[in-house]
């Protein structure tokens, strides 16, 4: 191990609080040499006070978390997988071990209550026959690689005057798009009202630094309500069980989206071969006809109270399930008080499978 790492451990040993280990009984083996081709991933890097936390191990992108070994770092004791997180709020490093190798640590916050994750709404508003839609397109692809990844839920909508011939175009996806003063593309949209809008920018430093600045506005520490989906699949149907839980007492709406990834089109302009494959795109919406695209009524959830509300969506012949996903979006009525509904928090999940409540 580099003598960096080795100081490193010792610091996260006396600055962060250190929790008990809820899972093992081994000590670190001798010290393994400095790598990067030994990855360690979490399900959330935060997780409830004693709740279940699975870590994923992978050696050149192969999982081998069954061979792998797991480390408190502050402890350099062994942990379980998945595991059990303590009864305080902390924060906390792991490491892993898979052979002669190591990982570098991650690092997971142990937190209280109901502070949920908070992701704001972006659309990319975008089309394969628009010539500057690359550089939105790097623009997103840049900012997915900074610790704002966890701020927002992205959904393309390939609509207009560029969609004749774009294969990642929907009927839903031209509902969404005409909801926004949008005039050109590519144009980011934030949220369902927000009035400020990103173009894209020839050089993407500048435009993720536009995007990050628009998100400091709207992002927040923990969000209003969080939300936990169960989705199924039954044949081109799909239902969406969707689950709030506020921390505030008030009205929410509630709307799932269908979007569909690695659509191939050859986009014009296209200097990467990333931007020929399409992701997050619109293809359904379980609610249309609502002016502000805010979708069913949840009623008024209290304080710490729970709603629940079944969505439908309909999958359409040549569109790969194994690519589907659900977008879902809660919202409240709009500060402005001007009877429109505001976004409040979004999540996705698998289209045949489940998302659990984030936590911040």
């Known amino acids: 191990m580099k003598l960096f790492k080795f100081f490193a451990l010792i610091v996260a040993a006396a600055t962060f609080v250190a929790c008990d280990n809820n899972g093992g009984d081994g000590t670190k083996e001798p010290p393994k040499p400095d790598t990067n081709i030994v990855t360690i991933e979490a399900a959330s890097q935060t997780v409830r006070i004693e709740q279940e936390l699975a870590f994923t191990v992978k050696f050149n992108g192969e999982d081998v978390t069954a061979e792998s070994t797991i480390y408190n770092a502050a402890n350099n004791e062994v942990v379980s997988n998945p595991f059990v997180a303590p009864s305080e709020s902390c924060e906390m490093q792991f490491y892993a071990t898979y052979g ?13 209550g109901n502070d949920f994750n908070h992701r704001v709404l972006l659309v990319d508003h975008t089309g394969t026959g628009c010539p500057n839609c690359p550089n939105m397109s790097s623009m997103l692809h840049e900012l997915a690689k900074t610790k704002y990844h966890l701020r927002y839920s992205e959904a393309a909508a390939h609509w207009g005057g560029y969609a004749t011939r774009d294969p990642a175009r929907s009927d839903a996806a031209a509902v969404v798009g005409g909801h926004f003063p949008v005039t050109g593309y590519p144009n980011l949209t934030y949220n369902f009202n927000h009035k400020e809008i990103t173009s894209g920018y020839p050089t993407a430093s500048t435009g993720v630094k536009m995007i990050q600045a628009e998100l400091d506005i709207l992002w927040k520490p923990a969000a209003d ?5 169960n989705s199924a699949l039954n044949g081109d149907d799909i239902t969406v069980d969707v689950e709030v839980t506020s921390k505030v007492e008030q009205q929410y709406h509630v709307v799932a989206w269908l979007l569909e990834d690695n659509i191939y089109g050859q986009q014009s302009n296209g200097r990467e071969e990333y931007h020929n494959y399409h992701n997050n795109c619109i293809r359904a919406i379980s609610a249309g006809n609502s002016d502000d695209l805010s979708g ?5 959830i209290s304080a710490d109270g729970i709603a629940s509300k079944q969505l439908k969506l309909k999958a359409e012949s040549g569109w790969d399930k194994s690519n589907l996903k659900v977008l879902v979006i809660v919202s409240a009525p709009s500060s402005a008080h001007d009877g429109k509904f505001e976004v409040v928090n979004t999540a996705v999940c698998p289209v045949n499978g489940s998302k659990d409540y984030e936590y911040r």
Do not use: L
């Open 225 to 229: 309500a969080g939300i936990k989906i």
């Open 100 to 112: 002669f190798y190591e990982s570098e640590p991650i690092v997971i916050e142990v937190v209280t």
């Open 296 to 300: 069913d009524d949840m009623g008024v």
